[in-house]
C-alpha cells in the first residue's frame, strides 16, 4: 500500500510561484504514472498535469500550460508540481495520485492511490 503525502501549499499573490511535492512511502512509485489534479470550493476534482514512469512524457490542462511544470525524482520517490504566474482561479486543494500503470494519463479513473491534498490560495 502507498502513501502519498503533498506539501508545499499556502497563500501567494497573484503572479506568485509555489513548489508542491508529494512523497510517496511504503512502496515505490517509479515505476507507476503520477499526476496532480486539484478541486476548488463548490467544483468537482480536475486534472492538472501528469508523467510517465520515466517523466519521458507530460500532459497538462489547458489553463496551467506555460506556468505548471511536473516532474518527480523516482531516487527520492518523489513528485513535483512547479507551480508559477499563478493566477486567483488556481486556488484550490491540490492532490497527488498515483496512476495504475507506466503511462501518463489524465483519467482520474486511472488513479488508484491519492494523498490527502495541500491548499493552494492565491490572493488578487
Known amino acids: 500500500q502507498v502513501q502519498l503525502v503533498e506539501s508545499g501549499g499556502g497563500l501567494v499573490q497573484a503572479g506568485g510561484s509555489l513548489r508542491l511535492s508529494c512523497a510517496a512511502s511504503?512502496?515505490?512509485?517509479?515505476?507507476?504514472?503520477m499526476g496532480w489534479f486539484r478541486q476548488a470550493p463548490g467544483r468537482e476534482r480536475e486534472f492538472v498535469a501528469a508523467?510517465?514512469?520515466?517523466?519521458?512524457?507530460?500532459y497538462y490542462r489547458d489553463s496551467v500550460k506555460g506556468r505548471f511544470t511536473i516532474s518527480r525524482d523516482n531516487t527520492k520517490n518523489t513528485v513535483y508540481l512547479q507551480m508559477n504566474s499563478l493566477k486567483p482561479e488556481d486556488t484550490a486543494v491540490y492532490y497527488c495520485?498515483?496512476?495504475?500503470?507506466?503511462?501518463?494519463?489524465?483519467?482520474?479513473?486511472?488513479?488508484?492511490?491519492w494523498g490527502q491534498g495541500t491548499q493552494v490560495t492565491v490572493s488578487s
Open positions: 508523467i510517465s514512469w520515466r517523466g519521458g512524457i507530460t
Open positions: 511504503g512502496r515505490t512509485v517509479s515505476i507507476y504514472g
Open positions: 495520485a498515483k496512476a495504475r500503470g507506466q503511462i501518463a494519463t489524465m483519467r482520474s479513473a486511472e488513479y488508484d492511490a
